[in-house]
């Protein structure tokens, strides 16, 4: 059974740096990509970086150069780095991703993440 599970959200001030993971289990054959996506109150989820199995990566034009998405493959997590986080990153997050030869994909849970002084 496929399962993503998402951890590291935070209140942190603007300016701050957070961390977030998610752990990855029953991609038998591995994935073919995975995504992080964001929801903020009252607004579309929408797609904030993306990394393929083989490791290109693609980022929403809002957080690049701050964020960056990296993949550990022997503990099945990716992981995302926030840096200079602005308030308006306020929202929660969400991992998601596709397995090889699927066409379905599947979604975590979301954390938590809260810029503000």
């Known amino acids: 059974q496929v399962q993503l599970v998402e951890s590291g959200g935070d209140l942190v001030p603007p300016g701050g740096s957070l961390r977030l993971s998610c752990a990855a289990s029953?991609?038998?054959?591995?994935?073919?990509?995975m995504n992080w996506y964001r929801q903020a109150p009252g607004k579309q989820r929408v797609l904030v970086a993306t990394?393929?199995?083989?490791?290109?990566?693609n980022y929403a034009d809002s957080v690049k150069g701050r964020f960056t998405i990296s993949l550990d493959n022997a503990k099945n997590t990716i992981s995302l780095q926030m840096n200079s986080l602005k308030p308006d990153d306020t929202a929660v997050y969400y991992c998601?991703?596709?397995?090889?030869?699927?066409?379905?994909?599947?979604w975590g849970q979301g954390t938590q993440v809260t810029v503000s002084s």
């Open positions: 990394i393929t199995n083989g490791g290109s990566t």
């Open positions: 029953g991609f038998i054959s591995g994935f073919s990509v």
């Open positions: 998601n991703a596709r397995p090889q030869g699927s066409a379905r994909f599947y």
